[in-house]
């Protein structure tokens, strides 16, 4: 068995069982106890599972992994998707860009571009884009989460209501198989509610290690949103949503 076939078997029987040690994994594929230990650890490096002695578990679904983490990890598949996200925005446009590492990533991949007129509830896109004199940079009033940069509230919702723009480029923490969208903070879901609600164009950026992931806060499905923009093919119950309501997907 390929290593991304066990890979994908171990994370369906941590899904099913909720814990797996170590000792059944390696007797369950018949390799080696070493082979098993970096497999975990590759998931865990992804957050698909969460790394115990002796064995794994299902992530939290109540806390995010750290901004840090999260910025280190999956970083080509990030900018892949970042380039063909950005090749579809036009200069000139108008647009939202959200918290996450993956809008993060569309920004550095707007340098290129002219005349961008950007709102954003992110503190990493708003100092990543000002070195563009030719864009203007409008930074959503609200809370700022230190953790990540992210600024939400009741402030950063009436902000963001007053605008209506070309794009949204949105991140998410989770996408469960039935496609419903998930996040670790309410909050955050009002805030990505309400870009939805005032793009005329969303586009959700996400690496496929989100796909299955567990989150706490359901924010609804993934047919709100116009195109998904990813490095593989989502399962097929997503898949499924994604089809029966005509949502355009990107393969980057």
Not at 128 to 143: N, P, W
Request: net charge negative; glycine share 6%; aromatic share 4%.
């Amino acid at each position: 068995m390929k290593q991304t076939q066990r890979h994908d078997a171990i994370i369906d029987l941590v899904k099913k069982q909720g814990y797996v040690s170590t000792e059944e994994l390696v007797e369950h594929f018949s390799v080696s106890p070493q082979t098993i230990r970096r497999d975990l650890n590759d998931l865990a490096e992804q957050n698909i599972i969460m790394r115990h002695h002796g064995g794994a578990a299902l992530p939290s679904s109540s806390v995010n992994t750290s901004w840090h983490d999260r910025k280190a990890t999956q970083t080509e598949q990030k900018a892949r998707i970042a380039r063909r996200a950005a090749m579809a925005i036009p200069d000139g446009a108008t647009l939202f860009i959200d918290i996450g590492t993956t809008p993060e990533a569309v920004a550095h991949a707007l340098l290129d571009h002219n005349n961008l007129r950007v709102v954003t509830n992110n503190l990493n896109v708003a100092n990543t884009l000002m070195v563009k004199e030719d864009f203007r940079i409008i930074l959503a009033g609200g809370e700022l989460r230190s953790r990540d940069g992210g600024i939400m509230g009741e402030a950063t919702l009436d902000f963001i209501s007053q605008f209506r723009l070309d794009f949204g480029i949105l991140g998410i923490s989770g996408v469960d198989t039935d496609g419903s969208l998930l996040e670790f903070d309410y909050h955050e879901v009002r805030t990505k509610r309400a870009i939805i609600e005032n793009s005329r164009h969303v586009m959700l950026v996400v690496d496929h290690s989100k796909f299955g992931r567990n989150a706490m806060v359901n924010m609804g499905s993934i047919s709100m949103v116009d195109a998904v923009y990813t490095d593989q093919v989502p399962p097929a119950g997503i898949m499924k949503v994604i089809a029966d309501n005509n949502v355009q997907l990107e393969l980057c």
